[in-house]
């Protein structure tokens, strides 16, 4: 525990905060936000993207939705990439909407691994995985859901061209004209699936010891701050998470470990998703992962005004991300400065689907 954290600082959600040169000019954060509206076949963003990300540009920062490293990444239909030139092209225009309305603009790189289905990968081949274990559930296939299969356990030898993927990503990231990039190490895909001891059963290097098994997402940091800037560099966690089938024996132990992997090399965040999104139960304390990590931490799940205000206070959170907040209000730190009204979200239009329930969400007159 930090001799302070009882202290009550006078920070809140209106405060700057400063990922070394890129100030950040308030601490409501875009969560990462899954929409499903990529042309296909190619999973190029597309131009409405650019209206709706630059809608939210008054957020302090967006982290621009889970979007796959490599065509062996994919898990989801017309979910982005970030491996092709036209997708770079794409990508270029929906940041330089967002810097054009005074905005700052992480990319997510995802790989999504026993969470997706031969029908979305190249030659449909079989998804890969830590150990061949297959998930509980369905995968999203461009005709409907179907059984996970079982993935294939990815040889020691394969890793280095799984890491080659985030270093290219990294690089193309960049050249997009992004600010800075976020690992997804969460909810259950192919680094969690590393990390957590309910989906990597190895014996190599790359299983069993945490050391072991926080290998993968270790390797993928590196190489991609081979490209970035420290400052500009996230990591997505969520210990406790059950989405996707995974577990963990001990989450506490593990994020500890990884919170305290993490230190030392002047990253920009680490983002926690806090809780389980499949219940309310809660066993993780994060004020532990909060004070084994060196840097600024973001805090999410459900959080409203008041929870995340009491959060900073209270120094338990640097910033607060908001997912469907900022979905359905595209001026959400506006509304919050002045405890105005909130738009509801229209679950029915998540995901898939043109402008409805994405770029038409009105902001206060
Ligand atoms: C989803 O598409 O449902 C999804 C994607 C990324 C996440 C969580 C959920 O981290």
Redesign the pocket.
Known sequence: MNPGAEAVTNLDLFSPISLGELTLPNRVIMA?L?RNRAAVPDNVPRAMSATYYAQRASAGLIIAE?TQVSPEGVG?PATPGIHSDAQVLGWRTVNDAVHAQGGRIFLQLWYCGRISHPDLLPDNQQPVSASAIRAEGDAVTPEGLKPFVEPRALRADEIPGIVNQYRQAAKFSMDAGFDGVEI?S??G?LLDQFVRDGTNRRDDRYGGSLENRSRLLMEVLSAVLETWEPSRVGVRISPENS?NDIRDSDPQATFNFIATALSGKGLGYLHVVEGDMMSDERNVDYRQIRDNFDGYYMANCSYDKARAESAIARSDADMVSFGQLLLANPDLVERFRMDAELNTPDPDTFYGGDGKGYTDYPALA
């Open positions: 990462p899954t889970a989801y997804h969460a909810n895909y989405f």
